[in-house]
């Protein structure tokens, strides 16, 4: 059984940032595509970015060069960069680890305009 946690949501104004991390528990981390989610009040989960084992990664076209996902296997934990935000970016946010279909708990990230 792996365990997901995320952190670093928060409240910030538009234009700010906010780095979210999910820590995984357990052994396969390493070998794992992993994803942010992002659900919004009223609206359903959307895919923002993907990273792969390998390190390729992918975005929604919302987020595209403001975004950026990474992954630190030694830590065991997948990051989310956010940048430049957007009051339009305030969701609870999900990590995933694909294969495995397992979820973390959420972070709220809130932009206030």
């Known amino acids: 059984q792996v365990q997901l946690v995320e952190s670093g ?3 910030v ?3 700010g940032s906010l780095r979210l ?3 995984a528990s357990g052994s396969i981390f390493s070998s794992r595509a992993m994803g942010w989610y992002r659900q ?3 609206k ?3 895919w923002v970015a993907t990273i792969t084992s390998l390190g390729s990664t992918s975005y929604t076209d919302s987020v595209k060069g403001r975004f950026t996902i990474s992954r630190d296997n030694a830590e065991k934990t997948v990051y989310l960069q956010m940048n430049s935000l957007k009051p339009e970016d305030t969701a ?3 990590c995933t680890m694909y ?3 397992y ?3 959420g972070t709220q990230v809130t932009v206030s305009s």
Do not use: F, T
Request: charged letters at 15%.
């Open 9 to 11: 949501g928060g409240l």
């Open 13 to 15: 104004q538009a234009g």
């Open 21 to 23: 991390s999910c820590a």
């Open 40 to 42: 919004a009040p009223g």
């Open 44 to 46: 359903q989960r959307e």
């Open 92 to 94: 609870v946010y999900y």
């Open 99 to 101: 294969r495995d279909n």
């Open 103 to 105: 979820w973390g708990q």
